[in-house]
């Protein structure tokens, strides 16, 4: 574990609350379009950055200053062995490696939007609890775009930070968030799956549909009218601010 993950851990333990009055909601930059940008996935990332680790033939990309689209679930909400089907299925065709990432990005989220598993965050004292995690560092270690708190998975679009790397990020917010969890439901074992899914921004085209996928979540699958009306989304900050869900491209 990295000197930045460590500190990560014992900061969260003191406490979920937010330091900032308001969550960022909005990018440093603006991005570019995707007529006139492209992602720089091939420069050398600074430690402790890992630049492009294996996990599998999901994309991952951790590098300062990247926008991500991150994933992570309850231990209950999706089967392993549900998982490793679909991977052996699409290892079997002749998609290129995007595509097939693609496809399993979309078998995952509509299982989970399914309901399956416990949902234990469908409590409001969890939901809370989680969403507190995330708006905690907020801006200090990450610029947290966008959020929604699921009943059994959770989506969050950060803007990373140089010194605090994708993988300890999400350590910190679900190792509190787990240790928390489990007394306030008297239980022990496996709060969250262990691998989660994330996919880097290419433009700001990109952005904008990742964050209206995030905030339009819980209509989709059925849990609200509007998406103003689901607690444990950053939908409600950004119509009461008044942030702009899209960026004019740089």
């Known amino acids: 574990m990295s000197a930045a993950n460590e500190q990560n851990d014992n900061a969260a333990k003191e406490g979920s609350a937010p330091r900032g009055t308001s969550p960022s909601l909005t990018p440093t930059l603006p ?13 050398v990332s600074p430690e402790p950055h890992r ?7 999901l994309p991952h990309w ?5 926008i991500q689209s991150l994933n992570f679930r309850l231990a209950d909400s999706l089967p392993p062995a549900v998982l490793e089907k679909w991977q052996n299925e699409l290892a079997l065709t002749s998609q290129p490696e995007s595509q097939r990432a693609t496809e399993l990005r979309r078998r995952v989220e509509e299982y989970l939007d399914a309901g399956h598993g416990e ?26 775009l966008a959020w929604c708190v699921m009943p059994n998975h959770v989506h969050a679009l950060i803007e990373t930070k140089a010194g605090f790397p994708l993988a300890d990020v999400l350590h910190s917010w679900k190792s509190y968030t787990s240790s928390q969890a489990n007394k306030r ?6 709060f969250w799956q262990r691998e989660y899914l994330d996919r880097y921004v ?9 964050v209206a996928y995030i905030e339009e979540n819980p209509v989709k699958a059925g849990l609200a009218k509007v998406k103003t009306e689901w607690p444990g989304s950053s939908a ?11 960026l004019p491209a740089g």
């Open 31 to 43: 991005l570019s379009s995707k007529v006139t940008g492209r992602a720089v996935t091939n420069a």
């Open 51 to 57: 630049g492009w680790p294996s996990r599998g033939y």
């Open 62 to 66: 951790d590098h300062p200053g990247m």
């Open 119 to 144: 949902c234990w965050l469908r409590r409001p004292e969890l939901a809370q609890l989680v969403e507190g995690a995330l708006l905690h560092f907020d801006p200090e270690r990450y610029r947290l």
């Open 185 to 190: 439901l008297g239980r022990r074992g496996d």
């Open 202 to 210: 290419r433009n700001a085209e990109h952005y904008q549909a990742v």
């Open 236 to 246: 409600r900050f950004r119509s009461a601010l008044g942030a702009p869900a899209s």
